[in-house]
């Protein structure tokens, strides 16, 4: 369960408090991770449309949404099917 809790620039609340709770705060890791927007990761991958897009960004939605029609109002193929 733990695996699943992150968040952008600062702990996850809940996980920080279940791990202090039981004395593991020591489990906590705090790592860099590259960030790019839409159109990028799109080119770094070689991808010229997808058909779905799922996200569960930790509040970040919309500003990759945003992202993602930005890009496609550039390239419309690149326009997904479902959002």
Do not use: F
């Not at 968040?7 to 279940?18: A, C, E, K, N």
């Not at 004395?23 to 799109?42: F, I, K, P």
């Amino acid at each position: 369960y733990a695996k699943s809790l992150s968040s952008i620039g600062t702990p996850q609340p809940d996980l920080q408090w279940m791990l202090e709770d039981v004395g593991q705060s020591s489990l906590l890791e705090c790592c860099r991770v590259r960030t790019m927007n839409w159109a990028d990761l799109c080119v770094a991958h070689g991808v010229r449309t997808v058909d779905v897009v799922q996200i569960d960004c930790e509040g970040k939605d919309c500003a990759i949404i945003r992202g993602l029609l930005a890009h496609c109002a550039k390239d419309p193929i690149a326009r997904p099917r479902i959002i």
